[in-house]
């Protein structure tokens, strides 16, 4: 199960930062305050979902260099970048890395609690993908390797006899294996199952 | 009677008179006269002879030889033999040999004495003593000789001429300096060497009918055709009645050469100055570049080409490529066909592109057809980097002396600051006229102080301290105050009725300190009768007796007003510059103002919309976080209000004004304003800042522009540093008398080379710097009667460091 959605905000402008928290506090959110991106990243967990409001101009490690380090992690934390004066390549960079949205500062309350709120909901869908991607592979990685790349070769689309000249197996054996992959992933149909290893490889190498 | 009878006593009385003539004539020499045989052999001394000391009586002639000096007799004696064979009068000199021989010299003359019939009865003699005489006319000729030879060995040359100008003498210097042999020059006339006046004057000159001038300079052309700069002596003066001119000459070329190099470098350096303006003025309009590039080569007189060429891309720097000079860049350089390239080709390829590697300077020779080619090529070098080269070509001269070359590196340096110029933007152009017309202001100023100097007239006066009245003021007294000398009371009160009422009182606080014994300088505003205001600068010395009681003062007084005119423009110009410089650096500063004022502007959006979500559901509590947001919006506003006003100040166009300020405070501000650039460029400023120190009389915005400038020049510097060790010290402290502030940074230091310019305008290292940071810096920091340098820091990077005198509250 996922944890509560969390919001943690950097800006290295005390007053700022209080200021954020304050308006965040009022749409019942959790909020955790950092001065500093490096205190968030010794924070937070891969599991964690939710969502970072930074500050991009900041000394130190600053906004840019913070969602660097998101990416590596692989973090399902959504990012929303807040900045004083942003020109369009910068604004181009953030976004192409994947942050949720790109604020000028001083931005409306409104559209930021909207853009929060949408950020957190991108957050758990990436953090649900990953789960249940997590999962498929669970179920792929109980096959034998011959099952394997028979399925692999039904889901490709060819029929029987070809994946038994490609193979060298017999349409027998390769028939039995079928079935034998369908129960141990416990899906119904090829069709079923290619959709399960579509979500398996998203989690990793099989 | 008879006639005969009368006749024979008139001849009688005749003979009678003749004969006491003569015996009051032997009377009158008698002593030396002595009467001698017709043969010779023995002489009578009639009375006795006082230089040789014979008794009267006879002398056999033999004695008397044997008294003279033992090299005189046998010439004595021939010349004795040789007048009794012919009875001609004898004369003749010798020395005598007396007891204390010194050596005596007489002269011996004796004339025949003939009878009626003709013969000889005797020789009638008279011995004179001539040692005198003869040690005179030696004396004379050592003289002489000795004006010979300081005539002839003088190493000036001197000739001495008639006064229809032809050569009386000369001696052998005057030769060896012109070249001819003393025959030649003797058929010579004086203006066949001098240059500079003609026939008519020289005739008049030496007729003595210009003016009495002893001393002129002129030039004399050599048998060679060389020329000599001389000063000639001239001194007129009379020979057997003959007018001669004595001329001394004295070679003067080397200090005329020094005179005309003096001459040429300033010429030189109107001529920079004049295509510096050019430059300024043109900014990128290639046209008036290649003019004023033509306007130096026409006014310098160098024949030839003078190209300059941006290498824009590598294409057109063909000429110089980065493997020395080809063919091809050697015909073009030349502009005329080669046939041949002369071996030394190679060697200069390779001084060439030595050069051009070093971005030093390279002279160059090229002998293409027999015409001899001389070629310099400076590289133009911007921020580093060979931005393209400066040529010049010559047809005539081989080599370009160093007055030349040290002008072509300034134009060179000047070319390649109208190319930074072209990338740069307008504002920076503007900048750099406003530069160009502060420096001619100050020029200009100059220029007028000058011409004040000249035509000034200082009043002086005394006065007396006993008394409390002037004693004295010079006439000119008059020409600053409309009030003759005379008419001048003297009082104290009368002096102070001339003076600016608002000058009165530091009138006499000065007078105050002079009769405590200090000078003083002092400048107040007159007004004359005629209702103008001058300015005048009063220097006071007081005077003391023995026991140091002050009892007189003395003082000098000089109208500056046209200077303090000249001043208070430039002062104006300077802030103008100022100005603009500031909103320069307000512009470079906008993107971290943005963030600096938005901080305060999103926090309070923030707490607003907290407040007013809290409000939705108003609870006591959400009533106490209202209560505290709002508290925080007003003070973000002031806040973002203190920003702004920060700002505006900055860049506000104000006069200097000078007051007691914390230097503390300024640094304060200095931060607050560079602060947020400095953090976002991941700089951290620690400071050390000594408390108490005392006030310094200044400007706070022209101080704050020094800081904000070294603090913009601190990060530049460190852009290479790795994140994290970017780091700005900041100090300030007090010594006596002054307070400085020190700015270390960790960036690359500077070397020495770079030092000596660095606060020389348009000379910046940096791509996107103008090169006038610094020496704004340094204008201001010197309008405070202060110093700014750099130097080493101990590990790395450099300290800039300010003085400014300290003044007198403590903080």
Redesign the interface.
């Known amino acids: 199960m996922t944890a509560n959605p969390v919001i943690y905000i950097v800006d290295?402008?005390p007053?700022?930062l209080?200021?954020?928290e304050?308006?965040l506090?009022?749409?019942q959110f959790e909020v955790r305050s950092f001065s500093n991106a490096q205190l968030l990243l010794e924070k937070i967990r891969p599991t964690d979902v939710g969502c970072i409001i930074t500050d991009l101009?900041?000394?130190?490690m600053?906004g840019i260099a913070l969602q660097a380090n998101l990416v590596e992690r692989a973090s399902h934390l959504s990012l929303i970048m807040?900045?004083?004066?942003a020109n369009v390549p910068v604004t181009v960079e953030v976004m192409k890395r994947g942050a949720v949205s790109l604020l000028?500062?001083?931005?409306?309350?409104?559209q930021l609690i909207a853009e929060v709120k949408r950020a957190v909901t991108v957050s758990r869908q990436s953090f649900e993908i990953a789960q249940q991607s997590r999962e498929a592979l669970e179920k792929i990685k109980q096959l034998t390797a011959e099952e394997l790349s028979i399925m692999e070769c039904a889901v490709s689309g060819l029929p029987n006899k070809a994946i038994s000249h490609n193979l060298a197996i017999s349409g027998r054996t390769i028939d039995r294996r079928r079935q034998s992959a369908l129960r141990k992933t416990n899906v119904n149909s090829i069709g079923e199952f290619a959709v399960l290893l579509a979500t398996a490889k998203k989690a990793g190498e099989i | 009677m008879l006639v005969e009878d009368i006749k024979l006593s008139e001849s009688l009385e005749s003979l009678q008179r003749q004969v006491r003539r003569y015996r009051s004539l032997v009377l009158a020499i008698a002593e030396n006269v002595w009467v001698a045989d017709p043969d010779g052999q023995r002489t009578e001394v009639v009375h006795g002879e006082s230089v040789t000391s014979v008794e009267p009586g006879w002398v056999a002639v033999s004695d008397r030889l044997n008294a003279m000096h033992p090299d005189d007799r046998i010439s004595l004696e021939r010349k004795i033999v040789k007048s009794l064979a012919t009875f001609e009068i004898f004369r003749h000199e010798a020395r005598i040999l007396d007891d204390s021989h010194k050596g005596k010299q007489i002269s011996l003359l004796a004339v025949p004495v003939r009878n009626e019939t003709g013969e000889v009865e005797e020789w009638i003699g008279l011995t004179e003593d001539i040692t005198l005489l003869k040690e005179q006319s030696s004396r004379i000729a050592d003289e002489l000789e000795w004006r010979r030879v300081s005539f002839e060995q003088s190493l000036d040359p001197i000739v001495v001429l008639e006064s229809d100008g032809s050569v009386f003498a000369c001696n052998a210097s005057f030769c060896r300096v012109l070249g001819y042999s003393r025959d030649e020059l003797k058929r010579m006339f004086a203006w066949d060497w001098d240059l500079v006046y003609d026939k008519e004057y020289l005739l008049e000159r030496l007729a003595g009918n210009k003016a009495p001038d002893t001393k002129f300079e002129t030039r004399h052309r050599c048998k060679n055709g060389q020329t000599i700069d001389l000063e000639v002596g001239v001194f007129p003066f009379e020979l057997q009645g003959k007018r001669l001119i004595y001329c001394l000459h004295r070679d003067i070329s080397q200090r005329k050469e020094h005179e005309r190099k003096i001459l040429r470098q300033t010429e030189l350096q109107k001529i920079v100055a004049y295509t510096a303006s050019h430059l300024v003025e043109s900014g990128p309009d290639e046209q008036l570049i290649i003019k004023a590039l033509n306007d130096f080569r026409g006014k310098f007189g160098i024949d030839g080409h003078l190209n300059y060429d941006f290498n824009e891309s590598t294409s057109t720097l063909d000429l110089v490529s980065s493997d020395g000079f080809s063919e091809e860049s050697l015909r073009n350089l030349a502009k005329c066909p080669i046939t041949k390239v002369p071996e030394q080709h190679d060697l200069i390829r390779e001084k060439m592109c030595y050069s051009v590697q070093e971005f030093g300077l390279c002279p160059a020779e090229v002998a293409i057809q027999q015409h001899v080619v001389g070629s310099c090529c400076i590289p133009l070098v911007d921020g580093g980097k060979l931005i393209g080269v400066l040529t010049l070509i010559s047809f005539t001269q081989r080599q370009f002396d160093s007055d030349v070359l040290g002008a072509l590196f300034t134009l060179a340096s000047l070319l390649a600051s109208t190319k930074q110029r072209i990338r740069s933007d307008t504002a920076l152009r503007e900048n750099q006229t406003k530069v160009a017309a502060a420096v001619a202001a100050l020029r200009d100023s100059d220029e007028r102080f000058r011409q004040l100097a000249e035509h000034i007239v200082d009043v002086f006066w005394i006065y007396d301290v006993v008394a409390q009245k002037y004693l004295y003021v010079s006439p000119a007294f008059n020409l600053l105050f409309s009030v003759s000398a005379e008419e001048f009371s003297g009082t104290t009160a009368e002096y102070l009725s001339f003076l600016h009422e608002d000058d009165r009182p530091a009138f006499l606080a000065a007078r105050h300190r002079q009769l405590n014994g200090h000078e003083t300088v002092e400048e107040y505003r007159i007004l004359s009768s005629d209702g103008k205001q001058r300015w005048i600068i009063d220097r006071a010395t007081p005077i003391m007796n023995s026991v140091g009681f002050v009892y007189r003062l003395v003082g000098v007084l000089r109208d500056v007003t046209e200077r303090v005119a000249a001043q208070d423009k430039l002062a104006v110009q300077q802030s103008e510059l100022l100005h603009v410089s500031r909103l320069n650096t307000l512009g470079l500063m906008s993107a971290a103002i943005s963030h600096e004022l938005n901080q305060p502007l999103s926090a309070i959006a923030n707490f607003a919309k907290a407040c007013e979500f809290s409000l939705d559901e108003a609870t006591n509590d959400t009533r106490a976080l209202c209560a505290e947001y709002l508290r925080q919006i007003n003070s973000q506003s002031l806040r973002a209000g203190e920003i702004l006003r920060r700002l505006l100040d900055f860049g506000k166009r104000s006069p200097a004004r000078m007051a007691a300020i914390d230097i503390n405070q300024v640094l304060q501000d200095s931060v607050a304003l560079a602060g947020v650039d400095l953090r976002n460029r991941g700089i951290r400023v620690e400071w050390q800042l000594q408390s108490g120190l005392r006030a310094i009389e200044g400007d706070r915005i022209q101080l704050q522009q020094v800081f904000v400038n070294l603090f913009a020049n601190a990060a530049d510097a460190m852009d290479d540093v790795a994140q994290g060790r970017k780091l700005i010290l900041l100090r300030s402290f007090g010594q006596p008398g002054k307070i400085v502030v020190e700015m270390e940074d960790q960036g690359c230091g500077i070397t020495n080379e770079l030092r000596e310019k660095l606060f020389i305008p348009f000379n910046s290292t940096k791509q996107r710097g103008s090169g006038i940071g610094l020496s704004i810096c340094k204008t201001i920091v010197d309008a405070h009667r202060g110093e700014i340098t750099a130097r080493e820091a101990q590990e790395h990077g450099t300290i800039f460091s300010v003085v400014l005198p300290a003044g007198g509250t403590q903080l």
Do not use: C, F, R
Not at chain 1, 57 to 60: I, L
Not at chain 1, 104 to 110: G, V
């Open positions: 290295d402008d007053v700022v209080a200021s954020l304050a308006l506090l009022t749409q101009q900041m000394p130190e600053d807040v900045t004083g004066y000028e500062k001083p931005y409306d309350a409104i």
